[in-house]
């Protein structure tokens, strides 16, 4: 039982490069979630998804898109990357709203140089 | 707006001392609420929740707290270890869309 997978773990774009960070669930889950967290600050909230196929903006949606073509995937692109989007990106999935608890993937961290 | 925010960015105990981390939130879209630990390089770890309709829930060696009247809730933890140091978040679970709403974090020092 893997969980949440992401992938890469690791990652240093130049500035204008795209790419795309993958969140993989094997529990079944509905509901899936990118997030950001910066320095010093709390997870931020950037898609998320209530169901294959769907997709919903979050706090901070600017700059990313996503896509939920397969209700165990959640991806997330960045399509002309900037140094404000150097951060650790984590993904997150639940059954639905909430139950049952959140499981988290081990995050992304990504620089923009 | 939604928000959810804690008192201390900081907080230093000894060990063995007990442990309270503080929270409040503004928005009235949660009635589930989650507290996270967060230890560096990792993702969230769950420690504890509760429901709107309850005021407080216990687990091992940790306490939850809500005040629904003044929007607060705290964390307990007894007896704190060493292994207890991290950063600490409080999150709602947003009523649309189950989105966890987190808040900027209070940083534990434990001091042995």
């Known amino acids: 039982n893997a969980g949440v997978t992401q992938t890469p773990k690791f990652r240093v774009l130049k500035t204008g490069q795209s790419m795309t960070l993958l969140c993989a669930q094997d529990?079944?889950?509905?509901?899936m979630y990118w997030y950001r967290q910066d320095p010093g600050m709390g997870l931020r909230l950037i898609h998320y998804?209530?169901?294959?196929?769907?997709?919903a903006k979050g706090e901070v949606p600017d700059g990313y898109n996503v896509s939920r073509l397969k209700k165990q995937n959640f991806l997330l692109g960045l399509e002309s990357a900037a140094p404000s989007q150097t951060s650790v990106y984590f993904c997150?999935?639940?059954?639905?709203?909430?139950?049952?608890?959140?499981?988290f993937g081990s995050g992304t961290r990504l620089t923009v140089v | 707006g939604e928000s959810v925010g804690l008192h201390l960015p900081t907080l230093s105990v000894q060990e063995g001392d007990n442990s309270i981390i503080n929270c409040a939130y503004s928005?009235?879209?949660?009635?589930?609420f989650i507290w996270y630990k967060q230890e560096s390089g990792k993702g969230p770890q769950f420690i504890i929740d509760?429901?709107?309709?309850?005021d407080k829930r216990q687990g091992q060696r940790v306490t939850v707290l809500l005040n629904k009247t003044v929007k607060h809730l705290s964390l307990q933890i007894a007896a704190t270890q060493p292994g207890d140091s991290a950063v600490y978040f409080c999150?709602?679970?947003?009523?649309?869309?189950?989105?966890?709403?987190f808040g900027q974090g209070t940083e534990l020092s434990v001091k042995p």
């Open positions: 509760i429901r709107s309709n309850m």
């Open positions: 529990m079944n889950h509905e509901y």
């Open positions: 999150a709602g679970v947003h009523n649309q869309g189950g989105k966890l709403i």
């Open positions: 928005n009235s879209a949660s009635d589930y």
């Open positions: 998804s209530v169901g294959e196929g769907t997709t």
């Open positions: 997150a999935s639940t059954q639905t709203g909430g139950v049952g608890g959140y499981t």
